[in-house]
């Protein structure tokens, strides 16, 4: 065996040598794609590049503004790892490399510094000016200056070479900006940790990104810390700069890369970087945060001169825990205002208060206008409150309400889109649409992405075949579908087959959870396929008279992973508002609320909770 690879190992090593020594892009793939043997050899003499001793020297002193950045970093003390053990680190962000921002970018490195230090740091920028002749490139070596030094990850970039992710340019690295402005952090805060510097001209995409991605996931360590180093909008005013942050802030939230990687300076320096945050996030299940977001006009007073934008976003894991708390018909007009004016909100709602709060997600069905509107509409029963009476909406926490029911035109159409705006304005989103024509509205934090529909069928009853068109488009916006239907006859506890039907096609088509309100009393509760229909909360604040109508109950569902489930708990409105019950009380709703409901399930809704 000695014999046989003895050449061929001879041969390889004086490529390689020749290759580092002028800068030569290299990747295995383009050197050897004849035989598998060639491809393992190359592979092993790649994981001993350190043994030509070949470290390019780079320095930092033509960075324009590098001396800002040695100042600041020269200043920042170096975080205890032991004291701050417990606190979890930064795995994942992006950052800026203009050294305008010299003590903010201090600061970020800082925050990366608390806990336990990554054993590897990967830096991933532009190529600036298209230097090299590869897309993607590395390199190893040492960048040098007065406060310290930052070596490479040799076996790391042999590695990555080696798979053909990226081609070894040490040219490209000298004065690069994208790595440079962040050696002096990395070398004061970060002693000792090596780097795996990556560069990427303006054409490499998504592909290339993802290949990139799949090779440092298989090859760094689990506490490598990866930083996409990126300016954002160049040459642009503040008030251009916004609008162009803006659209690529919603590129990012819909993961569309192919425009992302259309987008040219006035975006972004580097869209691959951007797709390789991305995708590593992605994989690694966490979330980009968004902690900061400036542009040097404003920093600088400049705000009509052209200039340059920033981001910095942090990766956080991604919660599997959702809670969305649903609520029966909330009417804040007639008697319920006149009492309301004779207490405080606070006074009012102490019992809801306690109950509706802690949840992600507050869901109900606002059955009154906000409006000043003084529209004489030819209407028996018309429900109009003060548009002030949000407080109320606020102080319960309510984050979306259905504002598609039987009294939406009881002042006009200008009234309802004026309410609509009322809760806009109070940061409650409004589900549903006038003509049964509502957007879907989205919820996406804590790694979810909930959408919400809501309609009406009673002023202008549903076409099934609309249902699911809407839920349909609509399901393709995120994970969780939450459907509101306005249905029914009121004072009936058992849904009717309009009410089945309606709620059986959107379960088929999408939706996963249902959420019924008009009847003012309380109806069961379904298990359908793998979807969970209340088919009527009753009501929540209201002013009718009646036992059955002032029985009601809080519905708090739970998504913690692949598992979910339902607890309902019984309340009783007194004087219009909302409070406890008493153990009597509760068993004999819950016992009501059982009869009514799904056989299957109906035996565990006698405890007030089920998985589904």
Do not use: C
Not at 143 to 167: H, Q, R
Not at 180 to 194: D, K, S
Not at 335 to 358: C, M, P
Request: cysteine-free.
């Amino acid at each position: 065996m000695r014999g046989a690879l003895g050449v061929p190992l001879l041969v390889l090593g004086i490529v390689f040598v020749m290759a580092f020594i002028y800068g030569a892009p290299m990747t295995g793939k383009k050197l050897f794609q004849k035989n598998h043997s060639s491809q393992q050899v190359i592979s092993e003499i790649n994981k001993k590049i350190s043994f030509f001793k070949l470290q390019p020297q780079f320095t930092l002193e033509e960075i324009s503004g590098i001396n800002g950045v040695m100042d600041v970093s020269a200043n920042l003390s170096i975080v205890n790892e032991e004291k701050d053990a417990g606190n979890e680190p930064i795995r994942a962000a992006i950052l800026p490399h203009h050294t305008l921002l010299a003590d903010e970018l201090g600061n970020f490195w800082k925050q990366f510094a608390v806990g336990k230090k990554p054993s590897v740091i990967v830096l991933v920028g532009p190529a600036h000016q298209n230097q090299g002749q590869a897309l993607v490139q590395t390199t190893t070596g040492v960048w040098s200056f007065p406060g310290g030094k930052v070596k490479t990850d040799n076996a790391l970039v042999s590695d990555l070479v080696a798979s053909g992710a990226a081609a070894y340019e040490p040219a490209s690295f000298e004065q690069e900006q994208s790595i440079g402005t962040h050696v002096p952090y990395i070398a004061r805060l970060f002693p000792g940790v090596p780097l795996l510097p990556i560069i990427a001209k303006a054409p490499a995409g998504e592909e290339r990104a993802a290949a990139l991605v799949d090779i440092l996931n298989r090859t760094l360590p689990d506490d490598a810390l990866v930083v996409s180093s990126i300016d954002f909008s160049h040459y642009l005013p503040v008030a251009q700069s916004d609008l162009r942050d803006k659209e690529t802030l919603d590129l990012i939230q819909e993961r569309l890369y192919t425009k992302i990687d259309g987008l040219h300076a006035d975006y972004l320096d580097s869209p691959f970087a951007l797709d390789v945050f991305l995708k590593w996030i992605d994989l690694r299940n966490q979330k980009e945060n968004l902690i900061w977001h400036e542009s040097s006009g404003s920093l600088t007073g400049k705000v009509h001169e052209p200039g340059t934008s920033y981001f910095v976003f942090f990766a956080e894991p991604i919660s599997k825990n959702l809670t969305l708390t649903a609520v029966g018909d909330v009417m804040l007009a007639r008697a319920v205002a006149s009492r309301l004016a004779k207490t405080t909100v606070e006074t009012a709602f102490a019992a809801s208060q306690e109950i509706l709060s802690g949840s992600d997600l507050l869901f109900g069905n606002l059955e009154s206008v906000l409006s000043s509107s003084s529209v004489d509409i030819p209407k028996e029963i018309r429900f109009k409150a003060d548009p002030a009476r949000t407080d109320v909406l606020k102080l319960l926490g309510f984050t979306h309400l259905s504002v598609s029911n039987n009294h939406i035109g009881d002042y006009g159409e200008a009234a309802w889109k004026e309410s609509s705006q009322y809760l806009q304005t109070s940061d409650i989103e409004p589900v549903g649409g006038y003509r049964n024509d509502g957007e879907p509205v989205v919820w996406n934090e804590k790694g979810h992405q909930v959408i919400f529909l809501a309609f009406e069928d009673l002023i202008r009853p549903l076409d099934p075949k609309v249902v699911i068109s809407q839920i349909q488009t609509a399901s393709k916006l995120g994970s969780i579908m939450i459907v509101s239907f306005h249905w029914g006859a009121e004072y009936e506890h058992e849904p009717n087959t309009d009410q089945i039907n309606l709620a059986h096609v959107a379960i088929d088509a999408g939706a996963d959870l249902v959420i019924g309100h008009h009847p003012h009393v309380l109806q069961g509760v379904e298990k359908y396929k793998d979807g969970l229909i209340l088919y009527s909360l009753g009501n929540f604040i209201f002013d009718q008279i009646g036992e059955d109508e002032n029985e009601t109950m809080v519905a708090k569902i739970n998504w913690k992973g692949k598992e979910r489930t339902l607890e309902l708990i019984p309340m009783r409105i007194k004087g219009s508002f909302p409070r406890t019950v008493t153990d009597a009380e509760k068993d004999v709703t819950l016992r009501r609320v059982s009869s009514w409901s799904d056989a299957n399930i109906s035996d565990d809704l006698l405890d007030g909770m089920i998985n589904w």
